[in-house]
């Protein structure tokens, strides 16, 4: 999974994101990888997806609050599953924080 850090302009269908894909971030919009892509806003993602059959388009927007998203301006950052849930929950995914802290065994 790859965020695109930046703002995408939210009018991009999928052709015009996969070419960003291309050209920007250097990858293969069809090799299976998730690209997540955010508006000025900061309040809409877009996510494009090749499944194996075709191109898929996801997009979010948030009622209330932002997406939480790099500061960098060019380029993507990795993410994994467990990131990209609380991305699209509006949660801050570069440090959550546990609500427990395990205790020592005695």
Known sequence: MWLATGCTDMRKGWNGLALQV???LK???HGGHLFIFRGRRSDAVKVIWHDGQGMCLFSKKLEKGRFVWPSTVDGAVSLTAGQLGYLLEGVDWRLPQRTWKPEAAG
């Open 27 to 29: 990858r293969d919009p």
């Open 22 to 24: 291309q050209e920007v």
